[in-house]
């Protein structure tokens, strides 16, 4: 396994995911996040769509619009089956609208700021 440049947190956002798939077709997704960093995702929900690295994914959330390129993707039968790790090549530190954990920090802020953020919903 590789070392993570940054600790990663544990969130399940709802995204649009577009762009061109390793068939050459045009795909447009209503999809998730798994979990986040500033410089990544991980995406669950893509098993119905043929990507492999390389591939560029335009990811849009609420206002927001960002460029991401495929890493890895997980293998058919596995449990990382529909799901791709995706690597930021112009997305604003800001892209998420949360502030991510730090190098020595735990994500547990960054799911009290979702928990927050979705009582103001209510």
């Given amino acids: 396994m590789c070392k993570r440049k940054r600790k990663r947190a544990t969130m399940v956002l709802a995204v649009h995911a577009a762009g061109e798939a390793s068939d050459g077709t045009h795909f447009e ?3 998730h996040t798994l979990d986040v960093a500033p410089g990544g995702v ?4 893509m098993q119905q769509v043929p990507l492999g690295p390389g591939n560029l994914i335009e990811i849009r959330r609420k206002f927001r619009r960002a460029m991401f390129r495929v890493v890895w993707v997980g293998k058919p039968g596995t449990p990382n089956c529909g799901q791709v790790g995706l690597e930021a090549t ?15 920090e735990s994500p547990v802020a960054v799911r009290e700021q979702i928990i927050a953020s979705n009582a103001d919903i209510r």
């Fill in 29 to 31: 997704r209503l999809t």
């Fill in 42 to 45: 991980r995406l669950g929900g």
């Fill in 90 to 104: 112009d997305a604003p530190p800001d892209f998420w609208g949360l502030e991510m954990p730090g190098e020595n």
